[in-house]
């Protein structure tokens, strides 16, 4: 059945491709309301693809915001594991759209690359799935029950997840669930992450005169509040990278020596960052190695600012008002509310009196590590030494996914992290790209995955 | 004769404004090469305005970029003196646009002031001088000869004019300039202001990865730019409001005992600035007095900041690059070359080594101060005390008018510096409007000044 279930994938292959495309066209941006009918569409067509699988149950069920995709198959009786399968529908907005080389939802493949936002984060992931699971159910049977929880919000935090899985616990109750949001480290290095970072997502807004100035006539009188912001800001690093926010340090777990050795064996170095990024010179604590940076250390980061006149040439203004978005990344023990505190105490501590601020708390997640016992994990990384003949690694990223936390909190549901998108893949930037080659081997890993947990 | 002026004027405001409200409708954005062709339409008007005074020569000579119009009346004979008007039909662009009560660009009259971007930043002034040459024409002879210099580039800095002016001596060559685009400050404050600060404006790239990056999969190894360029403009103020650009003061001159008298008697104070930008608490060098740190001291202000995302919601971006709009408001004897040196000098000793950062100098004026004795501005203080029945005041004021430098550089011309825009018209800001009593009164004073020049 395995091999049956193998050729079935192989065969597929151009068909598994094109409906990628088709949902790849479909503008899903969470973020802004614009969207909200090619967000309905996007439901709509996972919805289908789950119906046309042989999924029971299927239904779009609301939220406080975007719906979520449900449906499963219990045909492995009760004395079957019940595997989640989790995935989102949304993506990041593409801008800047200039530096597409084709449009972001006009799907192209070049060379070994299909490009378009949301290949990689995370459609192309949800139709490895679905897919793996497809050449399962038409080769035999599934020896496990499966669920299905796809959002529409996990680019926005999601937010209205936490209350959807609080309300919905007996419907969503699961062994553990399969998130394949993560990611692995090379197209030669199949992981499976078993640590997350936590977020925290602000907006702080710094207010000055009730309208922009003439920089001349009132320049030398005002405290202008695109300087005071970057004032407040930049003091929020101290010379050696490290977060001023008062207590912000003051849970973070330390790291061993024995995750000491582990950040030391994965492929994020000096010389892999700097190729991947550009930079002149790495940045960040002393102290730490990249890799105990990006995984095991909290961060601050600028995420956007805006202020003034910001066009082409000059306008002598004096701005009425300067904004700065800023997202705080966490690990165990950090939680997102206590930063929240943290932000605000600091803001008060240096906000000088001559300007007013107003900090938004946009949304966040608390940091996350799953058992390299958990059951899914073992099958996971079987499926993987079966596909790449090695064993994975078993990195601590640095990204946020909020509903490992919120499956952990309300389900005891741990998350089995991983994926089948490169570093380099583009994810929330332009030209996003899904690299089709570890795409297959996904399927095929998903499909070893199923059998393993017979 | 003077009367005969005076009753012209009055009695054909309706058609005074009526023209004034057909220029504003152009929208002559002199930085925006999108407005091209309205800067072109702006300058057939006023040619054609000329025209209708009876001026000769009236001609739309070209620059490096926008056009200057020029006109002349030679009629009064050598023996009389030969008076510069200057203007500018250029103007700010209008945004932020949400924040206009009626468009920019569609004048609107609402209780006693016309809105409209360039109303009085300098359309109406313009206007005034042109109608005043008129009232006067039309009702006997002008006493003195008329030269005509109207640019197109004052909201970007004049840089072309500086050429133009160079190299047409014999053509512009006169006793002095009347140049109303400094305003008076306050409806019952008729002034002559007799300095200027100058100006240059930078615009300062950081760069850092070669594309935006997942703050997530990245954060914590690379020096965001966003946080580098907010570090380094912090860094360009101490604690005390001082500009830490190396050498900034070391040419400053100093306020003499009488000027810090003349600044005291001058209107803008802590309260009158406390109600004009709302800001909460005046801000700026504590040893100096309001209007010393507008008229006496120099700046530097952010005008601007972008980076990373900035619409609505949230994008955990690690953005590739961040851009901030600089400028400072010089002093004499303060220069924009030495001040183009101290910037980069500080950059280059402050920027680290883990980015990239690129400085633009968009332009700039030197300061300029104008003498109480100059034969403009004695009868100009007469016409305003015919008018006002008191006294002008003498302001040094903040703003940046760099024809004024150019003038006195290559013309040996000083400059009279007055016009009838109040300091809460709005020049540079939404909602610009000109006073309309004041519109008037100062086209009576303009035709006392006339006079006053036999």
């Given at each position: 059945m395995l091999d049956k279930a193998l050729s079935y994938a192989n065969e597929n292959r151009g068909r598994f491709l094109a409906e990628l495309k088709e949902v790849l066209?479909?503008?899903?941006?969470?973020?802004?309301?614009?969207?909200n009918p090619d967000m309905q569409q996007a439901a709509e067509w996972m919805a289908s693809q789950l119906r046309s699988l042989g999924?029971?149950?299927v239904q779009i069920m609301p939220t406080g915001g975007h719906p979520v995709v449900y449906g499963e198959w219990m045909?492995?009786?009760?004395?079957a594991p019940t595997v989640m399968i989790y995935g989102h529908y949304d993506v990041q907005p593409?801008?800047?759209?200039?530096?597409?080389?084709?449009?972001?939802?006009e799907p192209s493949v070049r060379g070994e690359n299909l490009y378009a936002r949301g290949a990689a984060d995370m459609k192309g992931q949800v139709l490895a799935s679905l897919k793996a699971v497809e050449s399962v159910m038409r080769s035999g049977t599934m020896p496990v029950n499966i669920k299905w929880l796809i959002e529409g919000e996990e680019e926005i935090g999601s937010d209205h997840l936490d209350d959807f899985i609080k309300n919905h616990k007996e419907l969503l109750a699961c062994e553990f669930c399969l998130n394949?949001?993560?990611?692995?480290?090379g197209e030669d290095l199949p992981s499976i992450t078993t640590g997350l970072r936590g977020l925290a997502y602000f907006e702080l807004r710094v207010y000055g005169p009730v309208k922009d100035l003439h920089s001349g006539l009132?320049?030398?009188?005002?405290?202008n509040p695109a300087q005071a912001l970057m004032e407040l800001v930049a003091g929020m690093?101290?010379?050696?990278?490290?977060?001023?926010?008062?207590?912000?340090?003051?849970?973070v777990r330390k790291i061993s020596k024995k995750e000491h050795r582990d950040f030391l064996r994965l492929p994020m170095n000096k010389k892999s960052l700097l190729e991947m990024t550009g930079v002149p010179a790495l940045w960040g604590?002393?102290?730490?190695i990249p890799s105990e940076r990006i995984g095991g250390r909290p961060t601050l980061e600028v995420n956007g600012l805006l202020s003034g006149f910001t066009g082409t040439g000059s306008k002598t203004v004096l701005p009425a008002w300067a904004m700065a978005k800023i997202s705080c990344r966490l690990v165990p023990d950090q939680t997102p509310e206590e930063t929240i505190k943290q932000m605000k105490k600091y803001l008060k501590e240096k906000?000088?009196?001559d300007i007013k601020w107003e900090l938004e708390y946009l949304h966040g997640a608390g940091p996350a590590l799953t058992s390299t016992d958990n059951p899914g994990v073992r099958a996971l990384s079987q499926a993987m030494e079966s596909v790449w003949g090695k064993r994975p690694l078993f990195p601590r990223e640095g990204g946020s996914i909020g509903v490992v936390v919120q499956l952990q909190k309300h389900l005891k549901a741990d998350s089995v992290l991983s994926g089948?998108?490169?570093?380099?893949?583009?994810a929330h930037s332009p030209n996003e790209k899904l690299h089709l080659p570890t795409f297959y081997k996904g399927i095929d890993t998903l499909i070893h995955f199923f059998y393993n947990l017979k």
């Open positions: 066209t479909i503008p899903s941006i969470s973020t802004d309301p614009d969207h999924m029971d149950n045909g492995a009786g009760k004395s593409p801008d800047p759209l200039e530096l597409w080389t084709t449009p972001p939802f394949p949001d993560a990611g692995i480290l009132f320049g030398g009188t005002v405290h690093h101290d010379k050696n990278g490290k977060v001023t926010l008062p207590g912000f340090y003051d849970k604590e002393p102290q730490f906000a000088p009196k089948f998108a490169l570093p380099d893949c583009d």
